[in-house]
């Protein structure tokens, strides 16, 4: 998984490309907590993200908990079709905040 960043005055955007699974999500988690520490706002790009694990879905409901005990915001963008599904099936539509 590569990971870009876009930094802007309190808000971060990560974009995101290839899988996120059990090789890739530490080092989503790494990035994720420092960009959380660090703006107020994050987002998360997912146009190029094709699979989501559940080592994935876990890393992204870290970030959700942890943006949500210390009044950051993080958003999910640009989510295909295909790993919409698994947010859907698994419950993370409801959990995390899709745009």
Sequence with gaps: MEIKKNEMNESIELILTGRLDTITAPKLQTVLSEALQSFEATELDFAE??????????????????????????????????????????????ILTII
């Design 49 to 94: 993200v094709a699979y989501v694990s559940s080592a994935g879905l876990r890393v992204l409901l870290q970030g959700q908990k942890i943006a949500q005990n210390t009044d950051k915001s993080l958003k999910l963008k640009n989510v295909s079709s295909e790993v919409m599904e698994v947010f859907d099936v698994t419950g993370f539509s409801g």
